[in-house]
């Protein structure tokens, strides 16, 4: 076990370098990303602004508070959104018919994909979302969460990030049995979209969409990693949050360890 | 006229294409409907609690979206595939239009129709008789003839906006990241009032990108959202029109740079 965590570690490295000569390659679109980034944030901004002129008290959060969570909706899709993750890969793999490939390698299936999904995702945290986030801070003159805010957004950014893997990953498996992808993709998108609290926080749902928002995964996503940064989960209710994004990490990890067990069953009775 | 009738040919060939897939058709329009609904609900949530953004209640922000959704679906069903001029550009398949016997642009743009546009288009006229209803719109026949050339106009330019992108491939061979940033950014814009958004990002879209001119101008003419409503305010129709010439000049001399390097 000791042995391979030393190569998983390797590898997993291997994986980042790699996902970084692939990004240094399309400077342009990256820098278009950022000024769209920065075009976002900037408008949902003076959305906000606009709501709160005309109503200042319904949010439950001050202005400053509320912003700084629209700009962080914004800059995290840099990284949480499904289009980052592997189910993409995965399907293309299924359609040129190389994907026994994947499954064959000497390195566990959802290791290898998670791996290289790590590697993508740490770079465009680096440089796309922690140079928007800089700037934003400057620019809007955003507020600096307290330390202890400030630990459990990371370790619950973490946590949203493994949890946006799996729920992309089970999608990715799933494209393996339904040979297509773009409807599934597109429902998961819209579910995504409008339980995660990216663009309009959950606690302002009427009261029934507030509970199915509540059973969903899809909260640990957005959510719950900017409401601890804004400090609306604080000290025992932080750490309530946090464990509900690892319960679900748990479960979608088990879900996705069956699956994949069926699905490949599947793939190899069909030869592929 | 010879074009017009090839045209007519192109599309019924598509049509016939996609007839074929129904189960296809249809998640794809209930798709279009689920993410409209998304939208207008986020939309209905934001204005639930907050009542009013800006002087627009619910209902004319209800109007505003079908206005934008009416367009986009007319434009949609016959140029959504305006982006994949890139992948077309980067496997050689364009240039087949080039040797055979009619217009480049003609037989790209006949090559396929879309569906999603049809669910836009749907949730716009839906959306659009429930506002009218609610705001209880008296127009008279001036203002109808003036909304469905706004609506045609908006198509226009959305349709022109895409056409810009597309063609810049022809300098670039990668143009669908622009394309979709730029996508992304107009679908934010057109589901709020512009005029909240600052002066800068106002005169950002009415003189640069100018998609205020597909449903926000419309919208404040036709609904009197403004206190006093400006000449310009009703420039929908010359906007689309000089950002069409724009469009077909960038991608004539596009298609001649492409067939002089010979690639």
């Known amino acids: 076990m000791r042995a391979s965590n030393g190569i998983s570690l390797r590898t997993g490295a291997a994986f980042l370098r790699n996902e970084f000569y692939n990004m240094s390659i399309y400077r342009v679109s990256f820098w278009l990303n950022f000024i769209y980034t920065f075009l976002m944030m900037y408008s949902v901004g003076y959305v906000w602004r606009a709501l709160y002129a005309a109503n200042p008290s319904v949010a439950g959060v001050p202005l400053p508070q509320m912003i700084s969570y629209a700009v962080l909706g914004v800059a995290l899709e840099a990284i949480l959104h499904p289009r980052n993750g592997p189910q993409r890969y995965i399907m293309e793999q299924v359609r040129k018919g190389t994907i026994e490939m994947d499954i064959m390698k000497p390195i566990d299936f959802q290791f290898y994909m998670l791996a290289k999904n790590m590697g993508g995702i740490s770079v465009r945290f680096l440089f796309l979302v922690l140079p928007s986030l800089i ?5 809007f003159s955003l507020e600096l969460p307290s330390l202890p805010a400030f630990l459990g957004f990371l370790c619950s950014l973490v946590f949203s990030v493994i949890v946006s893997f799996f729920l992309n990953f089970i999608l990715g498996l799933l494209s393996m049995v339904t040979m297509n992808i773009r409807n599934i993709n ?53 750490l309530g949050a946090l464990g509900i994004q690892f319960a679900w990490i748990l479960v979608l990890w088990l879900a996705s360890r069956l699956l994949m067990k069926r699905v490949f069953t599947r793939v190899m009775i069909q030869g592929g | 006229m010879r074009n017009i009738r090839l045209y007519g040919q192109f599309i019924r060939v598509a049509v016939l294409g996609k007839v074929q897939y129904k189960a296809d058709f249809l998640v794809g329009i209930v798709s279009v ?17 907050f ?19 009416l367009s986009r679906g007319i434009y949609g069903v016959f140029f959504w595939h305006l982006s994949d001029l890139e992948e077309m550009i980067v496997s050689g398949t364009f240039d087949a239009y080039l040797v055979r016997p009619a217009s480049p642009f003609l037989q790209f743009i006949g090559k396929d129709i879309s569906y999603t546009g049809v669910g836009d288009f749907l949730v716009g006229v839906l959306g659009f008789i429930l506002a009218a209803a609610q705001i209880g ?61 600052g002066r800068y990002f106002q005169i950002f879209v009415t003189c640069f990108l100018p998609v205020a001119f597909i449903n926000y101008y419309p919208s404040v003419v036709l609904l009197g959202k403004a206190a006093e409503v400006q000449l310009w305010q009703y420039g929908a129709p010359v906007v689309a029109f000089l950002l069409l010439a724009i469009a077909a000049f960038i991608w004539s001399k596009g298609v001649k740079r492409y067939a002089g390097t010979g690639n």
């Not at chain 2, 409209?36 to 639930?48: E, F, K, M, Q, R």
């Open chain 1, 135 to 139: 700037a934003a801070f400057f620019l």
């Open chain 1, 186 to 238: 597109w429902g998961y998108n819209a579910l995504l979209r409008f339980f995660s609290g990216q663009m309009v926080p959950l606690w302002i749902f009427p009261s029934a969409l507030g509970v199915i928002s509540d059973i969903l995964p899809f909260r640990c996503i957005y959510s719950i990693p900017m409401s601890i940064y804004i400090g609306n989960y604080a000290g025992l209710d932080m």
């Open chain 2, 33 to 49: 409907l689920i993410l409209n609904a998304v939208n207008l609900s986020l939309i209905g949530i934001l204005v639930y609690n």
């Open chain 2, 51 to 69: 009542n009013t953004l800006g002087n627009w209640n619910i209902w004319d922000l209800l109007f505003l979206y079908s206005f934008w959704m």
């Open chain 2, 137 to 197: 719109l008296h127009w008279h026949i001036g203002q109808w003839v003036y909304f469905a050339i706004c609506v045609l106009s908006g198509a226009l330019i959305q349709v022109a906006i895409n056409w810009i992108g597309a063609s810049l491939c022809f300098w670039t061979t990668r143009s669908n990241a622009a394309m979709y940033i730029t996508e992304r950014f107009t679908v934010l814009m057109q589901q709020y009032p512009v005029n909240i958004f």
